[in-house]
């Protein structure tokens, strides 16, 4: 056992944990293309447990651990996998629990300070990454096996939605509506044919699956450690900061970078589809870092971030697409220029 970790201050209040909690039972309902594992739990939840074994490693309770890892295997085991791809599902949440529980600790004995959380979460992150390809590589038709399972769940996502609604058109109800509007009936017809249109554009979106995975991922891991910073009895690092203080290691910029380089690769697709990887999963980043300054110049309260993204869900194709660039400009610029290193302008010197 290690010698106890550092003391560090205790995550406080659960509001902001139960609505991330919230929110990531809800995506998957709402728009399941979006993630590819559904059930977020299925990553929540043996990162917890993770944590809480380290936390046992850390000087923790040894009881707190076994109940805990006790859930996780539950939540793993149980229901039984259904498909090749929910047991994928499966395997990628135990390694990436392992893998995080072990970077932590790994972190508690080489650092006498508190670590925080996102570099022992981006290594347990990218280590089952580059264990998953690995195995992909090394199997004979492993990366197209994976393709056409991937491809096939997706469709199959869709294809639940769709049959709602091919049902709710020809039903009685609609088609008595359609008969007595010619433009209800050219509505119905309009929206169906755009909704028939949705898996081909799935089948794109499956490129990206991997970077979406990873971010997927890395927020299951920061909301079990927002977690266990409430439930655990040993601090394993620092609480979740606010984001106006979001930053990281200005040498991932190199992932960003590495990404354009791929992309322009002529000819081959395949490091087409790792660069835009890579441009999707680091660029998330430095957006969150870009959203990070803007909260720091602006000091938005909770009410103003409250309508802030209410105006962004009622505009989403208008105002989340320009924030987002925005904000991706802001985080890359950070890199160089470390807005939060500067004065605030105060109200007198803008006047």
Do not use: C
Not at 263 to 292: E, K
């Amino acid at each position: 056992m290690t010698a106890p970790a550092p003391a560090a201050p205790r995550g406080r209040g659960w509001g902001l944990v139960v609505l991330a909690l919230v929110g990531m039972l809800l995506v998957p309902e709402i728009a399941a293309i979006v993630v590819p594992v559904t059930r977020s739990m299925l990553l929540v939840l043996p990162a917890l447990g993770a944590l809480m074994l380290a936390g046992w490693v850390a000087g923790g309770s040894i009881w707190l651990a076994l109940a805990w890892v006790a859930v996780s295997v539950l939540a793993v085991a149980w229901p039984p996998a259904a498909s090749s791809f929910d047991a994928i599902e499966r395997g990628w949440a135990v390694i990436l629990a392992a893998f995080f529980g072990v970077a932590v600790l790994a972190r508690l004995r080489r650092h006498e300070v508190v670590p925080s959380f996102l570099a022992p979460a981006l290594a347990a992150v990218a280590l089952a990454v580059v264990l998953g390809g690995g195995v992909l590589l090394l199997t004979q038709g492993g990366v197209t096996h994976a393709q056409s399972l991937v491809e096939g769940e997706y469709q199959a996502r869709l294809e639940k939605p769709i049959a709602v609604w091919e049902q709710y058109f020809a039903s009685k109800e609609w088609t008595d509506a359609a008969a007595g509007s010619p433009a209800v009936a050219e509505f119905g017809a309009d929206f169906l044919t755009q909704l028939r249109a949705l898996p081909a554009l799935a089948m794109a979106y499956v490129r990206v699956a991997p970077a979406m995975l990873a971010l997927e991922s890395l927020a299951a891991l920061a909301l079990a450690w927002a977690v266990y910073h409430r439930l655990g009895r040993r601090p394993l690092g620092s609480p979740l900061g606010a984001l106006r203080d979001f930053r990281f290691s200005d040498h991932l910029v190199w992932g960003l970078a590495g990404g354009l380089v791929l992309l322009v690769v002529p000819g081959v697709d395949a490091t087409f589809v790792a660069g835009l990887n890579l441009i999707v999963f680091f660029g998330a980043l430095y957006a969150l870092r870009g959203l990070g300054v803007l909260a720091w110049f602006f000091k938005p309260g909770r009410a103003a971030t409250v309508l802030l993204v209410l105006a962004s869900l009622l505009a989403f194709p208008i105002v989340m697409p320009a924030l987002l660039a925005a904000a991706l400009g802001l985080g890359v610029g950070d890199t160089w220029l470390d807005w939060r290193s500067r004065p605030r302008p105060s109200p007198q010197s803008s006047e």
